[in-house]
């Protein structure tokens, strides 16, 4: 997404005055522009793009059609940049395989892949397949914002920790238990 340098023009500006605030932020000038919808200068100086164009704006330059069209919203969509989304899958997938104390082998059959693939997957040398993200979801109770963000959202948080104590007051009770054993062997 390009850094927006001045303000975008909002809802109350003409398709036109979008049009040069675009064309200024991604440093291009009308004719560029032009030949990349196919169009002449003259078809595209008011702003008003058909929908075609539209995605074609979209798509070469990550601009927001609806902002185009009526100036709501922002200028520029945002991205979540491939390599940053690969490190986050290869993450939540390792730390959901070592939280449950699964082999590769394990999970890559709870997966349905290889386990070269998960393998690979953990390593970020390898996307993680649809099947497989809706698998981890299903099974394990990961969220897709978990997946995307890296991040597990606040309630799985809360039922963690809420886990995590009732461990701690289980072993408590055991080694309780234990030294109660070994007074009654002595």
Known sequence: MPRITSMPPNEASSPSDRLKFLLKEI???????????GAEVDEIKEGDLNITQLGVVRNEYNVNPS????????PFL???????????IKDVFKRVRLDNRL?????????????TTLSNIEAGRQGASLH???????KFG??????????K???????DNSQQEKINQLEKRIATLMKVIDKLSD
């Open 27 to 37: 440093g291009i000038n009308e004719d560029e522009f032009a030949r990349t919808l």
């Open 67 to 74: 902002w185009m069209t009526t100036g709501k919203g922002r």
């Open 78 to 88: 945002k991205t979540v940049k491939l390599p940053d989304l690969m490190d986050q």
């Open 103 to 115: 082999s590769q082998e394990e999970m890559s059959q709870i997966l349905g892949v290889k386990r």
């Open 132 to 138: 497989a993200i809706r698998v981890l979801k299903h």
């Open 142 to 151: 990961v969220s897709y914002d978990e997946i995307i963000d890296g991040q």
């Open 153 to 159: 959202n606040k309630a799985v948080i809360e039922k």
